[in-house]
């Protein structure tokens, strides 16, 4: 894995667009996986101020969200979709079929985990894995003691997580307590994975991350270590200790 500390989130910001670009114009087939959350908003209030020339490139890509809330009740505009389409898909004119995402009610979610799978093969695997990471290592929602070789599926939310998220639910008792997530192997399938942080409440993560290597279970972020061309790109706060 390789990181660059920049000095500020704009930065992070600045340096990803370019990331996203190269992907964008390389002939290489292949989809692009998104996060939602705090981290990658000014990415995509970067991203929404492209020119249209530039915009046209991302609306022939097929793009795909790394994970979902899992919640009968949930209110679309609370789930990860809803974030995609206001914060990227409807702002940078892409096609609402060029993002696929997982249910957030699934009848059967071993069925929906194996069409995700599918879906992602189909277009080619992934070419570029954009991520955040969570207070406690996750990445997508694969909590602390998701095995390495995981693949898409269900995955039971810490209260750490749940507490992290409930900004986007009307109490922290109405968020979700179960998500559905690529799994740290699909992640990983990416050819290239590139991983943002940024704000002080990352720095003990990030720390981690980068100083003790070791690859576990317990600290899913450091599956990243075990990626050929995997990045981390982070601002001066969360980069503090490095
Ligand atoms: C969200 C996701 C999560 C977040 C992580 C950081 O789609 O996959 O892994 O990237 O929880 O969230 P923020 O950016 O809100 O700190």
Do not use: C
Not at 36 to 55: I, W
Not at 189 to 216: C, F, N, Q, W, Y
């Amino acid at each position: 894995m390789k990181w660059e500390v920049l000095k500020d989130e704009a930065a992070v910001s600045a340096r990803a667009e370019e990331f996203l670009l190269e992907s964008l114009v390389s002939s290489e087939v292949g989809a692009i996986a998104l996060p939602t959350g705090k981290t990658p908003v000014a990415l995509y209030q970067r991203l929404n101020l492209l020119s249209e020339d530039l915009k046209a490139q991302f609306r022939t890509q097929t793009w795909f969200a790394l994970d979902e809330f899992l919640r009968r009740d949930l209110a679309p505009e609370s789930s990860f979709r809803g974030f995609l389409l206001r914060h990227f898909i409807h702002p940078m004119g892409i096609p609402e079929g060029n993002l696929l995402t997982l249910s957030f009610h699934p009848d059967d979610p071993e069925k929906e985990a194996t069409r995700y799978e599918s879906a992602i093969a189909a277009a080619g695997g992934l070419k570029l894995a954009l991520l955040g990471i969570g207070l406690n290592g996750h990445i997508g929602f694969n909590e602390p003691g998701t095995p390495l070789d995981s693949r898409t599926g269900v995955r039971r939310l810490t209260e750490k997580s749940r507490k992290a998220n409930a900004y986007l639910f009307p109490s922290l008792e109405e968020t979700a307590h179960e998500a559905m997530t690529m799994g740290i192997s699909t992640i990983l399938s990416a050819r290239r994975v590139l991983m943002l942080a940024t704000g002080a409440s990352k720095e003990a993560p990030v720390s981690r991350l980068v100083k003790d290597r070791s690859i576990t279970e317990t600290f899913p972020a450091s599956a990243l270590w075990s990626h050929p061309d995997s990045w981390l790109l982070v601002d001066s706060t969360a980069g503090a200790a490095l």
